[in-house]
């Protein structure tokens, strides 16, 4: 497996594996975090993994030449959460395939973001999640190195807010 730059034009690949996790948590009756939804159904989607891929630093995961996750990264955090006081990069996006579950997808792909967190100076990386049902995508994220900062929630319109949790990683 090996780690490359990404673009625009793996946007395909993305969606691909977006998809595949949104029908895996919808299998499992956990629709809180991405709905039921297909990703490459939605315009809006869409277009917001094409900005992701365009405009902030994309990180590709291959094996083999088929592409097994995909890792986004920003200077800032997204609009919900408030900046750092100091220099920080931002895990805005982390897919991976789930055929290849606990195979070190993401943990290499975790693994490349410090990397490249260090070599721009950053001290620490952040990263907000789901954290409603059985809060198991907060689990993965602490096994990589990252630590509950705190819960909150985002008003989307909906009945209920989105539960979320930020979750730092000192660098």
Not at 156 to 163: K, R
Request: aromatic letters at 6%; a negative charge; one cysteine or more.
């Amino acid at each position: 497996m090996h780690v490359r730059t990404g673009s625009v034009s793996d946007l395909p690949d993305a969606l691909d594996l977006l998809d595949a996790a949104v029908a895996w948590l919808a299998s499992q009756g956990r629709t809180g975090q991405w709905g039921e939804v297909p990703f490459s159904t939605i315009e809006a989607r869409v277009e917001q993994i094409r900005t992701m891929l365009s405009e902030r630093i994309a990180r590709i995961a291959e094996d083999d030449g088929q592409v097994v996750g995909v890792c986004v990264l920003a200077e800032e955090p997204l609009p919900y959460v408030e900046p750092a006081p100091v220099p920080e990069l931002y895990l805005q996006l982390l897919v991976t395939d789930r055929a290849r579950s606990g195979s070190g997808v993401g943990r290499t792909l975790v693994d490349d973001a410090v990397e490249i967190a260090r070599q721009r100076g950053a001290t620490q990386m952040r990263l907000d999640c789901y954290a409603g049902d059985d809060q198991a995508l907060i689990r993965t994220y602490e096994g990589f190195g990252f630590v509950l900062e705190k819960h909150f929630t985002v008003d989307t319109g909906q009945p209920e807010p989105w539960p979320g949790a930020l979750l730092r990683m000192e660098i």
